[in-house]
């Protein structure tokens, strides 16, 4: 059963007009389904402590797996980069463990980092420099001409304000989306009157969860709304065979570490057409440019 989500303002940066529907409610949050592009808006209810991870809390296996993962996706987005002849000097905004930075060192481009915490628990090792932010989404001072963010949009809850925000050339985002198996699972679920993975997709209660699931059709709407227009996607496996070290608690005991590993095995192999994340390159149009 659903009901139209009360707080409107939570649902910016979406499809002006569009019908707007809670799929799930609970007592950490909503959440809420664009009629018109599909994307998942979420309401949480209990506001987020902003900590970074603390790494004595983070299994070794599962900052190794996460790590490799991470590498690998990291190399995708350096060669999506060089396709598009993206532009220097690049900012990785939110550059986390630092794969992304380390994957970029051997491109030659003139390439930095930011975010605020730089001594990040599951850190890579890069020569580029890497810059402390003193508040949550500020920009740091230069003309960039490549923001990339990746895993970092999703937490805003307004993504279009902050795209306002952002004068550069290009900019390539990597993000969860609303249509890949996972996203697919939980709704089903809420359609059954279960919240758990819809809240587990959201990261309801964790320092930093998310406020909306991407689509297509939605990211297009938002990057046309806001002056930019889409010049490369693909789809981006979030997770293989590593799939049982990622979960917390750390998934034990012989039978179901093998299902999880061929779920996961799974999951990557359908990544490139079916995959809970996408991998996005805009462009500035001309006439909305610096």
Not at 24 to 30: E, L, Q, V
Not at 64 to 93: C, E, H, N, W
Not at 128 to 153: A, F
Not at 271 to 282: F, R, Y
Request: with cysteine.
């Amino acid at each position: 059963m659903t009901s139209t989500l009360s707080d409107a303002n939570s649902l910016l940066g979406c499809c002006s007009g569009s019908s707007k529907r809670t799929i799930s409610a609970s007592a950490a949050m909503d959440v809420a389904r664009c009629g018109q592009c599909g994307q998942l808006w979420g309401v949480h209810k209990v506001p987020p402590t902003g900590k970074p991870w603390d790494e004595a809390y983070l299994p070794s296996e599962f900052v190794r797996a996460l790590k490799g993962r991470r590498d690998r996706q990291a190399s995708a987005a350096v060669q999506m980069l060089q396709d598009a002849g993206a532009m220097s000097p690049l900012l990785d905004y939110g550059s986390g463990q630092g794969a992304f930075l380390a994957a970029l060192d051997a491109t030659g481009m003139d390439a930095w980092g930011c975010d605020l915490d730089v001594d990040a628990p599951l850190g890579s090792t890069t020569k580029n420099p890497i810059i402390k932010l003193q508040e949550p989404w500020q920009i740091p001072n230069g003309d960039w001409g490549t923001v990339v963010m990746l895993d970092v949009l999703e937490h805003h809850p307004d993504p279009g304000a902050f795209l306002d925000t952002l004068r550069c050339r290009h900019l390539l985002l990597k993000l969860p989306t609303a249509t890949g198996p996972a996203a697919a699972v939980a709704r089903f679920a809420a359609r059954l009157g279960r919240s758990g993975p819809l809240e587990q997709l959201f990261l309801s209660g964790e320092n930093a969860p998310h406020y909306w699931l991407a689509t297509q059709r939605g990211l297009q709407s938002l990057a046309t709304s806001k002056g930019w227009r889409i010049v490369l996607q693909r789809r981006l496996p979030e997770v293989g065979r590593e799939l049982p070290d990622r979960i917390r608690p750390t998934v034990n005991g012989f039978v179901r570490r093998f299902l999880m590993t061929v779920v996961g095995g799974a999951t990557a192999a359908v990544g490139p057409v079916w995959s809970d994340t996408t991998l996005v390159l805009l462009e500035r149009e001309t006439a909305t440019g610096q």
